[in-house]
Nanobody, 117 residues
């Protein structure tokens, strides 16, 4: 299984960050996998953003829920992240992962998104 993030590397403050994760080698609708977005700001730890499940259920981090939207395109085997009203504090390496239970077994390489004017 391979995951690849794509999207702009630079976003202006107050705008919306949009990323897509393209999955190959496995279907995002396969029982019972969760497909997750994770981020890591420079010099800080990993932060879970949210999941979309094999059945399309969506879960968000409470701290980001008001600004986050996760969706999927099953025909293209992709899932996406939108984070609105970004600030420089949203600057981070954003990664998509596959999760089964508590184990994230496959990760994308991650993409650095910088929020700056």
């Amino acid at each position: 299984v391979q995951l690849q993030e794509s999207g702009p590397g630079l976003v202006k403050p107050s705008q919306t960050l949009s990323l897509t994760c393209t999955v190959s080698g496995g279907s995002i609708t396969t029982n019972y996998y969760y497909w997750s977005w994770i981020r890591q700001p420079p010099g800080k730890g990993l932060e879970w953003i949210g999941d979309i499940t094999y059945s399309g259920n969506i879960y968000y981090s409470p701290s980001l829920k008001s600004r986050t939207s996760i969706s999927r395109d099953t025909s293209n085997n992709q899932f996406s992240l939108q984070l609105s009203s970004v600030t420089p504090e949203d600057t981070a390496v954003y990664s998509c992962t596959r999760r089964l239970g508590n184990a994230m077994d496959y990760w994308g390489k991650g993409t650095l998104v910088t929020v700056s004017s």
